[in-house]
Each structure stands twice: as structure tokens, then as C-alpha cells.
């Protein structure tokens, strides 16, 4: 794998001495910037934002363009294409690096975070800025997180305690860290691209699946999952990428204003996923076309029992150290 990627690199940096040779003489150089999800959510309203801002600050010089609706590179692509030249810029869910990085899998533990807030705050502090350049020796360069929000279960099936997953296929997003979440209450994942979700669950191919709720809604789970547990189990947060050699190939001052531009749009995105995570929820329970079950405390503390022993399993890979920084936030 490690000869994999660095051969990417190298043939990365090829692409990028082309791109700043040859840069401005032939129009505006383009930064294609690729995502899965819709234009109406957190990420797809950032991405745009991040090209509006770019297309008034830099006008003729760059160009963003954005590739909504995994069009361009799905997530288990994009990484490969970014380091290819073919793409500059993308977030996926930090869910889907541990090709580059073990560490970043500390996101997906169960029950870690309480709320968006502590998430902040870890972030923001020296373990999680450490952790965004966890993946930098593997010719990626971590600009910045950006939020979803706090993942539900959706189901076939009513679930209030872990006993009801026992034996239903659940899709995740490729992360062993969620794989053991699910073996823990007895049910199998199935590592599954996010444009694969909806006809997955509408051929009941899988029982169900867990995303945030601007996801479900944007991409109508709720339409073919009679049953949404608000567990607020688990994060689903992004790391916005680009290569290193894209990144370092531009001139100084022009990056500067790029990534100004970037932590602009990411602000902006992080406020549009607050907001979405409360008006999504409601328009899904307004809609009737599914149950959502709220748990009551005790059967909460069943889902943590059962999946908390996860973060044992994991603390070699991610570093102890590391997960009790980030249980601390949440005090
Ligand atoms: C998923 O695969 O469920 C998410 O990563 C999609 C996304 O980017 O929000």
C-alpha cells in the first residue's frame, strides 16, 4: 500500500509542476472540488460557498467547480484521484481515511463525543489540530474539519435496545471502527459506498444504516426505513483534503487566500449543519413516512454498554492518550 501511494505521489507532483508551469497562461486554473452528498446539505452548501468566494477574490486566476452527488470520485476513489492530479479538493467523512491513518478512526468510537460542542472543543485544541495533520506523510494535506452532525440508526425494524439489531445488515461507511460497532450488538455491516445507500434499503438488500439527519433526509432514507432511532450515537464530521503537491505548487499569496476563503465556507457550512440537523429532523417526523423513536434513558445506557468496549479494542491503533483527550472535552 505504502508503494501504492507513493508512486501516487510521485506521479502527483509531476501533475503539479505541470499545472504551476503552465498555470495561468491557458485561463483560470480550476480547482475541482468533489462530494457525495446533495447541494442542500452542510458539505454541499460549503463546497458552493467555497467557490463563490473564490470566484469574487480571484476572479480569471482560479476557478472553483463543484461535482455534487459522488458524479466525479466516490469516497473510496477520490483520495487516489486527488493524489493523481484529477481532483483537488474533497471532504470525505473522516470515517473513510484509515487507508492514510489509523488515528482519525478515534471519530467513529460510539458514545465518544456528547454533543457538536465537545467536538469543537477537541478539535480545536492540540490533539485533534495534531490529528488533522495526521495524514500529511501520505501527500494529503488536512485544511480543516468541517460538522454533519450526530448519527441515527434507521431501520426496518423498531429499535430501542441493541437486542432489536441482533442478526439485521446494517451499510456503514468503510471504517473497522464501525464494523465493530455493529458485531458488538449482533448485527453485520456491510462497508457500502454512500450512492449505494437508498436502492440498498428500497431492495431491502440491507435492514438499515446510520447517517446524520440532513443525510437521511437529503437522500430520502427516511422514504424507505419505516423506523429512525435518535441514538445520537456516533459523529459523522469531515476532513477537507487536497494534495500536497497541488497545495504547495500554488503561489503564496494565492493560497493565503484560498484557505481564507476555505475557513470562511467552512464557518458557514459548520452553522448550515446546526441548523439542519434540528429543521431535517422535524421535516422527516413531519412527513410521516416514518416512526422516530426517541429512547428513553435506560435503554440508551444499553447501546452504550454494549458498544462502549469498542474503544478498548482500538486504543492501540488510535493512542489512549489520544481518546482521553477527546473524552475530556465533554466536561
Ligand atoms: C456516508 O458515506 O454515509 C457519508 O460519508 C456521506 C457524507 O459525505 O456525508
Not at 227 to 237: A, K, S
Not at 300 to 314: D, G, I, N, S, T
Request: cysteine-free; glycine content about 6%.
Amino acid at each position: 500500500m505504502f508503494q501504492k501511494i507513493n508512486a501516487l505521489v510521485a506521479t502527483a507532483a509531476v501533475a503539479a509542476l505541470l499545472v504551476s508551469g503552465s498555470a495561468f497562461a491557458s485561463g483560470p486554473v480550476k480547482i475541482k472540488f468533489s462530494h457525495v452528498v446533495a447541494e442542500n446539505t452542510p458539505k454541499g452548501q460549503m463546497a458552493n460557498k467555497f467557490k463563490d468566494l473564490v470566484g469574487e477574490r480571484l476572479a480569471g486566476k482560479y476557478e472553483v467547480e463543484v461535482f455534487p452527488n459522488s458524479q466525479l470520485f466516490g469516497d473510496n476513489k477520490v483520495l487516489e484521484a486527488m493524489l493523481l492530479g484529477d481532483v483537488q479538493m474533497a471532504a470525505p467523512a473522516l470515517s473513510k481515511y484509515s487507508r492514510f491513518t489509523k488515528k482519525l478512526q478515534i471519530y467513529d468510537l460510539p458514545f465518544l463525543f456528547k454533543d457538536m460542542a465537545a467536538v469543537e472543543k477537541f478539535q480545536k485544541g492540540p490533539v485533534g489540530q495534531e490529528l488533522l495533520g495526521s495524514i500529511g506523510k501520505k501527500g494529503l494535506v488536512g485544511l480543516g474539519y468541517l460538522h454533519n452532525g450526530m448519527k441515527q440508526l434507521s431501520s426496518s425494524k423498531a429499535l430501542k435496545v441493541p437486542a432489536d439489531a441482533d442478526g439485521l445488515k446494517f451499510r456503514i461507511m468503510s471504517s473497522d471502527v464501525l464494523a465493530a460497532q455493529f458485531k458488538a450488538v449482533g448485527a453485520t455491516p456491510l462497508k457500502k459506498p454512500f450512492s449505494e445507500v437508498f436502492t440498498l434499503l428500497q431492495t431491502k438488500a440491507i435492514d438499515g444504516q446510520e447517517n446524520t439527519w440532513s443525510n437521511i433526509y437529503s437522500k430520502k432514507f427516511f422514504e424507505v426505513q419505516p423506523y429512525i432511532t435518535e441514538t445520537n450515537h456516533g459523529l459523522l464530521d469531515y476532513m477537507v483534503v487536497t494534495s500536497k503537491e497541488f497545495w504547495m505548487g500554488l503561489p503564496d499569496a494565492d493560497r493565503a487566500v484560498i484557505k481564507k476563503s476555505l475557513d470562511e465556507a467552512i464557518a458557514f457550512g459548520n452553522d448550515v449543519a446546526a441548523k439542519k440537523a434540528m429543521d431535517d429532523r422535524k421535516k422527516i417526523i413531519d412527513s410521516k413516512r416514518t416512526e422516530v423513536i426517541e429512547l428513553t434513558d435506560a435503554e440508551r445506557a444499553q447501546w452504550v454498554e454494549v458498544m462502549k468496549p469498542v474503544w478498548v479494542e482500538f486504543e492501540k491503533e488510535i493512542g489512549k492518550d489520544n481518546i482521553d483527550a477527546a473524552y475530556k472535552s465533554n466536561m
